[in-house]
């Protein structure tokens, strides 16, 4: 593959949701991936860290037991079915015995005294996202990369703007995320029932788009010249909408879905 000549003004972008408290492999890949590639052609690497998701299966900790190989699943624990189904990753809390049940269950997947233990266990954070990003961080996955998060307020003032939207708007007390489809908000309670909202004005802050349109808005803020996809990526992304992008897939892993714990 042919890379541009080495330029400062590179701005190599790989994209993903808080995706387990230990990041999944595949995430891991992309990470590589981009060093590589900055390796190449120099400039900086930007983590578009999709904070605004509130599906919760997104965090799902993939995990093997180390005795019995058995494949074992976790997840944060939220102190409301609310704040569990519908708000955004960013404003997802954790109830206050999580931490501490997932952390007696650690030596099941590695030994009691592996670093990552003491990791886990040395995080304070309130909410999913900060949690996961915060684990990332010390793991030492994110040194040197800009993150970009789609929750943050400046980043929704700067982006493009867009006609159909998912909003954060308050119900029952909590931060949800909402989508607007045919003149009203609206969630998704599953088996095509749905609940809907009193109508109300929202502010460009409060707005992020779904899967179709999230290219295109991360883009008109971080205005990356290469973009490290992942496998889903490349089956939905129109790449030919994006001429000034070239676009690099993510170096291949075993196990993309389990968590990385090879520290």
Not at 16 to 39: D, M, T, V
Not at 59 to 64: A, H, K, M, P, S
Not at 66 to 93: G, H, M, T
Not at 146 to 166: K, L, M, P, T
């Amino acid at each position: 593959m042919c890379y541009h000549i080495f330029m400062e003004n590179q701005v190599i972008c790989f994209g993903q949701q808080p995706c387990g408290f230990f990041p999944k492999r595949f995430l891991y890949a992309k990470i590589r991936s981009a060093r590589k590639l900055q390796s190449s052609i120099g400039g900086k690497i930007i983590f578009f860290y999709h904070d605004s998701d509130a599906d919760y299966r997104e965090t799902i900790t993939v995990l093997r037991d180390i005795r019995s190989n058995a494949e074992v699943r976790l997840n944060f624990l939220q102190p409301n079915r609310i704040q569990k189904k519908f708000s955004p990753l960013y404003a997802k809390k954790m109830a206050p015995v999580w931490q501490e049940e997932t952390l007696r269950q650690l030596p099941r997947f590695m030994e009691a005294d592996a670093p990552l233990v003491n990791i886990f266990a040395s995080v304070k954070q309130e909410t999913v996202a900060d949690f996961c990003l915060q684990m990332y961080h010390r793991m030492g996955l994110l040194e040197g990369i800009e993150i970009v998060r789609s929750g943050d307020r400046d980043v929704r003032e700067r982006a493009a703007d867009i006609d159909q939207f998912y909003a954060d708007v308050e119900y029952k007390g909590e931060i949800v995320r909402a989508l607007w489809q045919d003149g009203k908000f609206i969630l998704h309670e599953g088996g095509g029932r749905i609940i809907t909202l009193p109508d109300r004005p929202v502010e460009k802050y409060q707005k992020s788009p779904g899967r179709d349109l999230r290219f295109f808005w991360m883009q008109s803020v971080i205005a990356c010249t290469h973009y490290v996809m992942g496998s889903s990526e490349k089956e939905y992304l129109d790449q030919a909408a994006f001429l000034e992008i070239t676009f690099i897939e993510r170096d291949p892993i075993p196990e993309p879905n389990y968590a990385w714990i090879d520290m």
